[in-house]
């Protein structure tokens, strides 16, 4: 069985920084595309970075600049550190990945960390 654990979510005020880490456990094969995702109430769930696993990026516009996004192979995880936050960054922020595990292979979703950014 495969599990993602975020960490690092919290309050914190504008201008300041956050950097969230989401590990991969369990019968883990290899782990392809890892990204970090996010939503707020009644919106739909929005992806804000990814990373392949040889380590090409891709952000949103709203984060470019601010947000990094990197990861671990040998500790199968993936890290958003996020600098100049703003309130509009508000959401809780999910992690995804694409996991062969044993024979089967399928995108895995963490249980979610909520990030509030205060003005």
């Known amino acids: 069985q495969v599990q993602l654990a975020e960490s690092g979510g919290g309050l914190v005020q504008a201008g300041t920084s956050l950097r969230l880490s989401c590990a991969a456990s369990g019968s883990i094969f290899s782990i392809n595309d890892m990204s970090w995702y996010r939503q707020v109430p009644q919106k739909a769930r929005e992806l804000v970075a990814g990373i392949t696993s040889g380590g090409r990026t891709n952000y949103a516009d709203s984060v470019k600049g601010r947000f990094t996004i990197s990861r671990d192979n040998a500790k199968n995880t993936v890290y958003l550190q996020m600098n100049s936050l703003k309130p509009d960054d508000t959401a809780v922020y999910y992690c995804?990945?694409?996991?062969?595990?044993?024979?089967?292979?399928?995108?895995?979703w963490g249980q979610g960390t909520q990030v509030t950014v205060s003005s």
């Open positions: 995804n990945a694409d996991i062969w595990s044993r024979d089967t292979r399928r995108m895995y």
